[in-house]
């Protein structure tokens, strides 16, 4: 008999064994591949990542010679100097963040006035629109800012017109003839031009950005060779225009707006608020605008010269006729997109539409976007960029994958986010006296970069008063996170939940205990813009002010004890109010409706007010007022709508993305189409 060797069942290994050695074999291997993998990946983001080196600002040459000065010397015959022209190219040649806002008054000098310019200056000009950058795919690393709302249209009309001017010629920075970037240029015209018509201003009620969007359409319509371009540039103007129109009180534009930067010290009127000074009148000339420009000896133009100067668009009628109204109105408007709607408009992506819608609003960081922002950086190689420089530290594969960035946004909520500028409705109650104007609960508890959410306006022109609030995002002597913003008096540190109705605003600011992750700091005290001195009468009472202007009346009443923070002479507007959780109640009244200011007081002083949670509620004349923080607000136990059609006034009613637009009053019409391209000015008597 046969017996097998003693130790052979021990050298003997099952099927099963067999399979489960060979699993982890292959498990370890491939957790080695794929640490490799993943190690490789992180190595080649690092060295890809590191040769991406900060610009630093090129500033431009401060000069009392500049282009807007160069214009309105051609326009008024006056001898300009080829020392200006230097500096202009030069500034231009250094390609500093806002050097796209010297094209349009230098374009206008070129296609209007080149006869007049030495055959040196007009080369020179030339060769620098020749040279230049006009969008961010082209060659050249820089700090230019091509994306926002204003800045998309500024070098897009620039680049169409330049091209126009100089078709045969190539231009040396991309390489293109003139007639190819007019036609890159014109598909993002088009693309600007519908967004503005479907969607309203990302840059709501922006003064500077109004008044800029003004100049370049007027650029575009006096000279591009396009009728698309050009009727459909004019039918954006209009919609600006009524936007001013109807929106001023007393000659003073006077709402909120999302891209405000506010400083007490530097009170001086925007250049929208210049052109409004002759907007209700039929004396719209450039001469009586130019008699405006002196002060001294001394010429002050801006940008707005472009549509001074606008030869071909005319003013409907029926936009002066509703700056010059004085009746007491109720104007609703909603305009942009909140950040969620961009993915049910299908404008998160790559496609040019939708980087400029996304891009327009300065929505980078936010959740839904964020993936889509790192790519788009990427892919243009823009990461040295000093506004994208810092965003490189997330620029990594492993950080790509679906869902990563976006959830990364959420999570860590950095206060970039409070830059994107997203739907605003906004609530106007306009008078001959007074105008009060509210952007209706907008994110309240979110960070707010630079938009103004609610102010009154008391008054008219240069002496009117305006009063707001807001929550500091720094102190005083801090510096914003973002260059000029947040900051002290611009922006919010964090926005409130602010409604209005009629002449009653309520503000309710509820602050987290402790700043965010990514917060730069967190003040526990709020504060509102009352310059004391602005007023005739003016009472400060624990946690109420009272004052008169005129015959205008005002309360604004706090939660706790208001003090301002300077007792000196002439600084006594910054009114504070200290807390974690605080609201600030503001009412307008006139001797019309209160008799006297004594009244008035009284009247306020036996309304009933009370904040419990989240809850505030204030009775004035017989009327309850209710708003509980990031839910509803309520009149008398009924709901009010805060959300809006594109306008809903006495002027116009048109829902949003509208097809047609008719805006009417003291029986004269202006009709728009915009896909139609008809533009007709009606009278209906």
Same mark, same amino acid.
């Given at each position: 008999?046969?017996?097998?060797?003693?130790?052979?069942?021990?050298?003997?290994?099952?099927?099963?064994?067999?399979?489960?050695?060979?699993?982890?074999?292959?498990?370890?291997?491939?957790?080695?591949?794929?640490?490799?993998?993943?190690?490789?990946?992180?190595?080649? +983001?690092?060295?890809?990542?590191?040769?991406?080196?900060?610009?630093?600002?090129?500033?431009?040459?401060?000069?009392?010679?500049?282009?807007?000065?160069?214009?309105?010397?051609?326009?008024?015959?006056?001898?300009?100097?080829?020392?200006?022209?230097?500096?202009?190219?030069?500034?231009?040649?250094?390609?500093?963040?806002?050097?796209?806002?010297?094209?349009?008054?230098?374009?206008?000098?070129?296609? &209007?006035?080149?006869?007049?310019?030495?055959? &040196?200056?007009?080369?020179?000009?030339?060769?620098?629109?020749?040279?230049?950058?006009?969008?961010?795919?082209?060659?050249?690393?820089?700090?230019?800012?091509?994306?926002?709302?204003?800045?998309?249209?500024?070098?897009?009309?620039?680049?169409?017109?330049?091209?126009?001017?100089?078709?045969?010629?190539?231009?040396?920075?991309?390489?293109?003839?003139?007639?190819?970037?007019?036609?890159?240029?014109?598909?993002?015209?088009?693309?600007?031009?519908?967004?503005?018509?479907?969607?309203?201003?990302?840059?709501?009620?922006?003064?500077?950005?109004?008044?800029? +969007?003004?100049?370049?359409?007027?650029?575009?319509?006096?000279?591009?060779?396009?009728?698309?371009?050009?009727?459909?540039?004019?039918?954006?103007?209009?919609?600006?225009?009524?936007?001013?129109?109807?929106?001023?009180?007393?000659?003073?534009?006077?709402?909120?707006?999302?891209?405000?930067?506010?400083?007490?010290?530097?009170?001086?009127?925007?250049?929208?608020?210049?052109?409004?000074?002759?907007?209700?009148?039929?004396?719209?000339?450039?001469?009586?605008?130019?008699?405006?420009?002196?002060? =001294?000896?001394?010429?002050?133009?801006?940008?707005?010269?472009?549509?001074?100067?606008?030869?071909?668009?005319?003013?409907?009628?029926?936009?002066?006729?509703?700056?010059?109204?004085? +009746?007491?109105?109720?104007?609703?408007?909603?305009?942009?997109?909140?950040?969620?709607?961009?993915?049910?408009?299908?404008?998160?992506?790559?496609?040019?539409?939708?980087?400029?819608?996304?891009?327009?609003?300065?929505?980078?960081?936010?959740?839904?976007?964020?993936?889509?922002?790192?790519?788009?950086?990427?892919?243009?190689?823009?990461?040295?960029?000093?506004?994208?420089?810092?965003?490189?530290?997330?620029?990594?594969?492993?950080?790509?994958?679906?869902?990563?960035?976006?959830?990364?946004?959420?999570?860590?909520?950095?206060?970039?986010? =409070?830059?994107?500028?997203?739907?605003?409705?906004?609530?106007?109650?306009?008078?001959?006296?007074?105008?009060?104007?509210?952007?209706?609960?907008?994110?309240?508890?979110?960070?707010?970069?630079?938009?103004?959410?609610?102010?009154?306006?008391?008054? +008219?022109?240069?002496?009117?008063?305006?009063?707001?609030?807001?929550?500091?995002?720094?102190?005083?002597?801090?510096?914003?996170?973002?260059? /000029?913003?947040?900051?002290?008096?611009?922006?919010?540190?964090?926005?409130?939940?602010?409604?209005?109705?009629?002449?009653?605003?309520?503000?309710?600011?509820?602050?987290?205990?402790?700043?965010?992750?990514?917060?730069?700091?967190?003040?526990?005290?709020?504060?509102?813009?009352?310059?004391?001195?602005?007023? &005739?009468?003016?009472?400060?009472?624990?946690?109420?002010?009272?004052?008169?202007?005129?015959?205008?009346?005002?309360?604004?009443?706090?939660?706790?004890?208001?003090?301002?923070?300077?007792?000196?002479?002439?600084?006594?507007?910054?009114?504070?109010?200290?807390?974690?959780?605080?609201?600030?109640?503001? /009412?307008?009244?006139?001797?019309?409706?209160?008799?006297?200011?004594?009244?008035?007081?009284?009247?306020?002083?036996?309304?009933?007010?009370?904040?419990?949670?989240?809850?505030?509620?204030?009775?004035?004349?017989?009327?309850?007022?209710?708003?509980?923080?990031?839910?509803?607000?309520?009149?008398?136990?009924?709901?009010?709508?805060?959300?809006?059609?594109?306008?809903?006034?006495?002027?116009?009613?048109?829902?949003? /993305?509208?097809?047609?637009?008719?805006?009417?009053?003291?029986?004269?019409?202006?009709?728009?189409?915009? &896909?139609?391209?008809?533009? /007709?000015?009606?009278?209906?008597?």
């Amino acid at each position: 008999m046969i017996r097998p060797p003693a130790n052979q069942h021990k050298n003997t290994i099952s099927k099963k064994e067999r399979t489960r050695i060979g699993i982890r074999r292959t498990i370890i291997f491939l957790a080695f591949l794929l640490a490799a993998g993943l190690l490789t990946s992180i190595v080649l +983001d690092l060295i890809k990542n590191k040769s991406y080196e900060t610009i630093h600002p090129q500033m431009q040459i401060t000069t009392a010679l500049d282009e807007n000065l160069l214009l309105y010397q051609m326009e008024n015959d006056l001898e300009y100097s080829s020392e200006a022209v230097e500096q202009i190219c030069t500034n231009l040649n250094s390609r500093y963040a806002d050097s796209d806002y010297r094209l349009p008054s230098l374009l206008r000098v070129m296609y &209007d006035y080149s006869d007049i310019l030495s055959t &040196d200056d007009y080369q020179l000009i030339k060769k620098t629109l020749l040279g230049y950058k006009y969008w961010m795919s082209d060659a050249g690393k820089d700090n230019m800012v091509f994306w926002s709302e204003s800045h998309q249209i500024l070098f897009s009309a620039a680049e169409y017109l330049a091209g126009q001017l100089f078709p045969d010629s190539v231009f040396t920075n991309a390489q293109l003839s003139g007639a190819e970037h007019m036609n890159r240029a014109r598909s993002r015209i088009l693309i600007w031009l519908q967004q503005r018509w479907d969607y309203g201003f990302s840059e709501w009620l922006s003064p500077s950005a109004l008044a800029e +969007d003004l100049a370049v359409l007027s650029n575009l319509v006096d000279f591009a060779h396009d009728e698309e371009i050009v009727i459909k540039s004019s039918i954006i103007m209009d919609l600006i225009l009524f936007d001013i129109a109807s929106h001023t009180s007393d000659s003073v534009f006077s709402a909120p707006g999302s891209s405000v930067i506010f400083n007490p010290e530097q009170l001086n009127f925007s250049s929208l608020q210049q052109i409004l000074e002759n907007l209700s009148t039929d004396n719209y000339t450039a001469a009586g605008i130019n008699a405006r420009l002196h002060n =001294g000896n001394e010429v002050y133009p801006s940008m707005y010269l472009n549509f001074i100067y606008t030869k071909l668009y005319k003013i409907p009628h029926v936009l002066k006729s509703i700056t010059e109204d004085t +009746d007491k109105t109720i104007i609703k408007t909603s305009q942009g997109l909140k950040i969620q709607e961009l993915k049910q408009k299908n404008l998160i992506g790559q496609n040019i539409e939708q980087i400029m819608m996304q891009w327009g609003m300065q929505a980078y960081t936010n959740p839904y976007v964020f993936a889509n922002t790192i790519k788009f950086i990427d892919k243009q190689a823009l990461f040295s960029n000093e506004i994208f420089f810092n965003l490189k530290s997330v620029n990594y594969s492993l950080l790509k994958i679906p869902g990563i960035l976006n959830l990364l946004s959420r999570i860590g909520n950095p206060q970039t986010n =409070g830059i994107a500028m997203q739907r605003g409705n906004i609530y106007t109650y306009r008078t001959a006296d007074f105008s009060l104007s509210t952007v209706q609960n907008y994110f309240p508890g979110t960070y707010g970069d630079r938009q103004k959410i609610w102010q009154a306006y008391i008054g +008219d022109g240069a002496d009117a008063v305006r009063i707001f609030t807001t929550h500091p995002a720094v102190t005083l002597d801090g510096t914003p996170p973002h260059g /000029e913003s947040p900051g002290y008096w611009t922006g919010s540190g964090r926005l409130p939940h602010s409604v209005q109705e009629r002449n009653i605003n309520m503000t309710l600011y509820l602050l987290p205990k402790n700043k965010g992750l990514m917060e730069q700091e967190l003040l526990h005290s709020t504060h509102a813009y009352v310059p004391e001195n602005k007023f &005739d009468e003016f009472i400060l009472d624990g946690n109420t002010l009272f004052a008169r202007k005129g015959s205008v009346y005002l309360a604004v009443i706090g939660s706790s004890s208001l003090s301002y923070a300077s007792e000196e002479a002439g600084s006594r507007y910054d009114l504070v109010q200290k807390g974690q959780n605080t609201f600030w109640i503001t /009412e307008i009244s006139t001797a019309e409706k209160d008799h006297s200011f004594p009244e008035f007081i009284n009247r306020i002083q036996e309304n009933a007010i009370s904040f419990k949670d989240t809850t505030l509620s204030y009775t004035s004349e017989e009327n309850n007022f209710e708003l509980t923080y990031g839910k509803e607000f309520t009149l008398n136990g009924n709901l009010m709508q805060t959300e809006y059609q594109r306008y809903e006034s006495s002027y116009s009613t048109v829902a949003r /993305e509208p097809e047609e637009i008719s805006i009417s009053h003291n029986g004269r019409e202006l009709f728009l189409n915009f &896909d139609a391209m008809i533009r /007709e000015e009606r009278t209906n008597f």
